[in-house]
């Protein structure tokens, strides 16, 4: 799998829909070994970032970044039901975000496009929209696209190449792909500016998944195999932490 992935990332665009002639066999067959694949890479990273770079910060700094991550989760629990928290964190969010970060990698669809424009616009300006993200609000207005999405793929041909030829797709591959790291820094808020650069190292996992979410998408064409992982990861988190806090 970590060759699958490595050869992936040079080219993206060489990926593009070379799954379309798989069994559902053979994509759960990938879908499990992408699981595994960015599991144990994640694990990898953390056990790295609470040893080396935590112990530095907490013995020297007497600070703590992961505990940032901690205080936000707790703000977020707070202001949210137990079944609340999960499904905003384990459907919601991972739709919302691979409506932004990996459908603009499979379409030429003026619907998708439009639907990747609007996700865009209430990201990065919800004041506009007024939609609050992770609302229920916010999530009928994701079912309703998740809905056009799935009539789209089942009425486009899929043999239909990429918005982009294969230069300017592989920098928006790498863009979106960085992205999708770095915007998970917003949940260490607030910032430690004099350790800012450390935090790219703390999102590292989700730019780890984030190559592996890209992988199925562009290999696929379709946002259905990501989106599912994206749950299964956020899901099974969200077990283990109810598990632990339980027993």
């Known amino acids: 799998m970590l060759k699958n992935i490595l050869t992936f990332y040079r080219n993206p665009y060489a990926d593009f829909n070379t799954g379309k002639n798989e069994t559902i066999k053979e994509r ?6 992408a699981f595994v694949f ?12 609470l040893m080396v770079i935590e112990e530095i ?11 940032d991550l901690h205080n936000t989760w707790k703000e977020f629990e707070a202001r949210n039901s137990p079944l609340d928290a999960f499904l905003k964190i384990s459907i919601i969010a991972p739709f919302s975000e691979e409506i932004l970060f990996r459908l603009p990698l499979i379409t030429k669809s003026p619907f998708l496009r439009l639907a990747i424009f609007l ?3 209430d990201f990065l300006f919800p004041e506009l929209c007024n939609f609050k993200f992770l609302s229920w609000s916010y999530g009928i207005i994701l079912l309703i696209i998740l809905v056009g999405i799935l009539v789209s793929e089942k009425i486009t041909d899929q043999n239909y190449q990429t918005i982009f030829q294969r230069k300017n797709y592989n920098y928006m591959c790498w863009g979106l792909t960085i992205a999708f790291g770095l915007v998970h820094i917003y949940n260490y808020t607030p910032l430690n500016w004099s350790f800012v650069y450390l ?3 703390y ?16 290999r696929y064409n379709s946002l259905l195999w990501p989106f599912l992982l994206h749950l299964t990861i956020n899901s099974t988190s969200q077990i283990h932490k109810f598990l632990t806090d339980l027993f």
């Open 203 to 218: 999102v590292l996992p989700q730019f780890v998944y984030g190559v592996v979410l890209s992988y199925l998408a562009i």
């Open 119 to 121: 996700g865009w616009v």
């Open 199 to 201: 935090y790219p190292f």
């Open 28 to 33: 759960l067959t990938l879908f499990k070994k």
């Open 57 to 67: 910060l907490q013995s020297k700094f007497n600070i703590s970044i992961s505990e």
């Open 38 to 49: 960015g599991f144990c890479s994640c694990f990898i990273i953390v056990v790295f970032k």
